[in-house]
């Protein structure tokens, strides 16, 4: 059964409680007087979620010059912002663990895609790298609340347009009147993110519709788009007509930053 935004949000499997260890994380957001000891002895506490974060940071997506082992391994390799960012996304996928319908290696592959070309984006904007990256790996979220509370309904859509499709948000709002991105503001905004990274999620289908574009939202925006043709199988003709030209001059980018196939692989998030 279609829902109602209002209806999906207040279902009891839509919006859960973040995990302890997360939500510590989540408050260190804007801090500079981060204590990395006694992050890393959190994280300790919550082995299934130091689990995650470690197949995360030792994936293909990541080269890094050593497998990563512990947690205090993961801060000290990768950086405390980029394991905040991991450990936020390793708690969305524990409270998130099976939806129907998705295949939750290609989603977060293209999550960590999508994250990684956030990073290169929004240097010529002088935007924070970090933040970006966060904004980016958690700007797709929403799918996975959509397809936990509404599986048949979401069955249904996938068959005609998957959810990396490049017309996807339209074919959401078509058939349900909202989309992924204001599903996972919502939980973004329960988890208690910064107002920054819930307007970006919130705003990157369509940034430029709005009475002042936000650039995270902007770089947010060509990240995902990337992501789904890296999805779709990254084919230099798609990039050359499908290529966000508007959102590209916003950012003041050179295009070939993003159209040439070779910007983006399996490796790329580092």
Known sequence: MVMRLQALLQHPDALPVVPEVAARLIATFGRDDVDLDSITADLERDPALVARLLRQANSALFRLLRPVHSARDAVMVLGFNRVRALVVAAAVQSRFPAPPGMDLERFWSYSFVAASVARRVCVPRRLDDNVAFTAALLHAVGELV???????????????????????????????????????????????????????????????????????????????????????????????????????????????LLVDPDVVNPGAAR
């Open 146 to 256: 959509m397809h936990q509370v509404m599986p048949e309904v979401m069955r249904d859509l996938d068959r005609t347009c998957p959810w990396y499709a490049l017309e996807r948000a339209g074919a959401e709002y078509q058939a349900l009147g909202y989309a992924y991105a204001e599903v996972g503001a919502a939980l973004a905004q329960h988890w208690r993110l910064p107002r920054l990274l819930v307007q970006a999620i919130e705003q990157h289908l369509d940034p430029l519709h709005r009475e002042s574009a936000d650039p995270l939202a902007a770089v947010v925006h060509l990240a995902a788009w990337r992501a789904r043709v890296w999805a779709l199988g990254n084919q230099r003709d798609m990039l050359i007509h499908t290529y966000p030209d508007a959102l590209g001059e916003l950012l003041q980018l050179d295009p070939d």
